[in-house]
Every structure is written in C-alpha cells, then in structure tokens.
C-alpha cells in the first residue's frame, strides 16, 4: 500500500465527509457517519417549504446561506451567522406533529412539521412564511429507477443519496480561478484525497473502508455554487470558469453522484478502493 508522505494514510482516501441536516442550510463536517439507504444518517432529512408546501433553496432564497446547522443530541442548532446569539432548537422529538404534503423538484411525498417556534424564526429570517419538516419512516421518495438498485430510495437530495469530488479536482478548478473557492461551495458528502483531476469521472463502483458504492452519474452544477457562503451574494464564478472545459451539451459537470450498496460506518481517512472503472 502506497502511504502519502508524512502521513499514515492510503494514497487515496476519504478526506472529508459532509452532512448537510436541513437542505440548502449550512453542512455540518463529521470524523465519521452512518451509511443509509437514503444517504449518510441525519443528511437532508429536514426540508424549508413555503406555505404551499414547495421546497426552498439557496436558489431562490440565498439567506440560506447563511443558516449554519451543529448537531447535538437533542437536536439541530440553527444561528444566523452574523446573530449566533440567537439560535434556535429544531428538536428530534418534535413538538409539532401534523402530516404535510410537500413538493420537491417533480415529487410530492409525505413529511412530518416539527416546530412551530423554529417555523416563527426560520420565517423571521428568511423573510417569508415558512415551515420546516422532517422525512419520517412514512416518506416514501424513490430514486430515479433509471440508477436505482430495487426500491431505493432518496432523502430531500437533489437526486442522488450521496455526492463524490476528489480535493485534486476542487485543486484544478481553483488553479484557474482569480479567487479560489472551498469545497463547501459544492456540497459534497465525500471527499476523496490521493487522486488525479477528476479521476472520479472514470469510476463505476468503488468501497471507502468496509462499504460499496456505485459512482452512476457526473452532477449537474447550477447557480447555486456562484453563492458566496460567507455573504450570501450571488457572483459569476466558479460557474463561469467551469462553463470554460467543464460543459457537456448545455450542462456543467462537477463532482459525481453516488448510490450505496449497503449500509455501514465511512471515518475520516479511510481507504478508497476503485473496484471498477466505467471504461
């Protein structure tokens, strides 16, 4: 086994892994996490909607960025960046508890209400009237059969339970940009050190220590990683560089989709193995 220099880890291993709790709030950083079906444990499973029931994000609300989550164990922490002083709870043990239909992208799926108090600040917030609700065992989202293995299913993600970029790809990206950018722009579950530049384009199946994932599709980046997560404001970049050699047809690629093919424990530092390459 090839060690990198000065470190007793595998030449590719999983440097970071990512948890984002309330979809297009703040992700929270973890030393190790739980395997799901539907993504890492506690990923995405609480979602921001209007009072239609549609889903907010970053996109259309960029104060989201602004949001940032810890996670105890009584619940979520949600403070306002430039007001930490004044967080609010979202509790595991919800004291609201009503059915409510939400949609999601093309989706309309069951979710629980939690908190009217967290409702109150949230809406304060974000300047509009919202509610937060949380996936529960009786939110059935499937994933697109197209990819899916069965009946899998998916949390409040995008599409995909889990996002792959390798550092040497974020390394290229910010070697031809005026100002770099971090990782958290793009919001990935798993980062894998030790590679070449998107060498994660190539992969088909791969395990990060005892758990097997396949790598199905590249992600389809948006607008969303032009926002800057300390301001909250909206600029040009990196999705103007990326358009420059990242644009397949009329969409740009960064970072890879993955599925789990069981359930288990991913740590900091484990050994990524590529068990199969798409070519």
Not at 223 to 228: A, L, R, S
Request: hydrophobic share 35%; charged share 25%; net charge negative.
């Amino acid at each position: 086994m090839d060690l990198c220099p000065h470190h007793n880890l595998p030449q590719m291993h999983l440097s970071e892994i990512w948890i984002y709790p309330v979809k297009s709030l703040g992700g929270i950083r973890l030393k190790e996490s739980q395997v799901e079906e539907e993504g890492l444990k506690y990923d995405r499973r609480w979602l921001i909607v209007d009072e239609k029931g549609t889903f907010l994000t970053q996109r259309v609300n960029a104060q989201m960025a602004l949001l940032d989550v810890q996670l105890y164990e009584e619940g979520l922490l949600i403070a306002h960046r430039y007001q930490p002083e004044r967080p609010i709870l979202i509790p595991f043990q919800r004291n609201s508890d009503a059915d409510m239909q939400v949609k999601i992208w093309k989706d309309f799926v069951t979710a629980r209400t939690v908190c009217d108090e967290a409702d109150a600040w949230l809406s304060e917030h974000l300047g509009k009237a919202v509610r937060i609700v949380e996936m529960t065992a009786n939110t059935q989202r499937k994933q697109d059969p197209m990819y899916a293995h069965g009946e899998s299913h998916v949390s409040f993600a995008d599409d995909f339970p889990f996002l792959l970029i390798s550092q040497a790809s974020l390394d290229d990206l910010n070697s031809r940009l005026a100002e770099p950018v971090t990782m958290k722009r793009f919001r990935p579950n798993f980062v894998v050190a030790g590679t070449s530049p998107y060498a994660e384009d190539q992969w088909k199946n791969i395990s990060i220590g005892d758990t097997s994932f396949e790598v199905t599709k590249p992600c389809e980046r948006c607008i969303m990683v032009t926002i800057d997560n300390k301001t909250g404001i909206k600029g040009s970049e990196p999705l103007k560089t990326l358009a420059g050699y990242r644009k397949i047809d009329r969409n740009i690629f960064f970072g890879q989709n993955v599925i789990g093919l069981g359930t288990g424990t991913v740590r900091e530092g484990d050994e990524v193995v590529l068990l199969s390459s798409k070519h």
